[in-house]
């Protein structure tokens, strides 16, 4: 199976369904460009935005773009205190409550599921309760049939090259610790950008 393939138009628009019947509020658009142009457009000047660690995010620019000006980046104010272990309490406070949270998603399920993998789950936080407003940014390649598909997916295919990224980036790999799984939220909070594109993982 090639979790990199771009899923038919039918999948596509099934999946954004489901999304929008369990409370989340899902778009289409063509290209990571235009992604990228419809984020910063939903983010309001001045907004406190937290960017998950994502290659999703890198691809689109979003990570260099969210994290200047006009916007308030929350990277900014606690990445200053990384590695001291007397401002870690405070570090994570920082992290925690954005306006917006913006990140990726390991898969986005058929029936309207959102799963995130992550393995210090830094960015949970947000995702889950913290952030006023979260938006998704999810390559069609990570649409997958269900939950199981999902976790498949992300134990086979995702983990595997992050490990091999964060090796290069970091000196140090990584492993699957934790999984969020949105099954539904209140309607105004998360939006979820599709793009008809591979992207990241």
């Known amino acids: 199976m090639s979790y990199d393939q771009i899923v038919s138009d039918d999948q596509l628009e099934a999946t954004?369904?489901?999304?929008?019947?369990?409370?989340?509020?899902?778009?289409?658009?063509a290209t990571a460009e235009e992604a990228k142009n419809a984020v910063l457009k939903t983010i309001p000047t001045g907004s406190e935005v937290f960017t998950a660690?994502?290659?999703?995010?890198?691809?689109?620019?979003?990570?260099?773009?969210?994290?200047e000006q006009p916007y308030e980046s929350v990277r900014a104010k606690f990445m200053p205190l990384y590695g001291q272990a007397d401002k870690a309490v405070e570090m994570r406070r920082i992290g925690s409550a954005a306006d917006y949270s913006v990140g990726s998603a390991a898969a986005v399920t058929e029936d309207g599921k959102i799963l995130v993998a992550s393995r210090t789950g830094s960015q949970l936080p947000n995702e889950v309760y913290g952030a006023t407003h979260v938006i998704?940014?999810?390559?069609?390649?990570?649409?997958?049939?269900?939950?199981?598909?999902?976790?498949?997916?992300?134990e086979d295919h995702v983990v595997p090259q992050e490990d091999l990224r964060a090796q290069e980036a970091y000196g140090v790999g990584t492993s699957f610790n934790k999984l969020l799984v949105f099954n539904k939220e209140d309607p105004g909070r998360v939006k979820v950008f599709i793009v008809k594109e591979k992207l990241g993982f």
């Open 16 to 29: 954004v369904k489901s999304l929008n019947a369990n409370g989340f509020e899902a778009v289409v658009v």
């Open 53 to 67: 660690t994502s290659v999703t995010l890198g691809e689109t620019g979003l990570d260099i773009a969210l994290n």
């Open 136 to 154: 998704f940014v999810v390559g069609a390649n990570k649409i997958v049939k269900d939950m199981a598909e999902g976790i498949k997916r992300i």
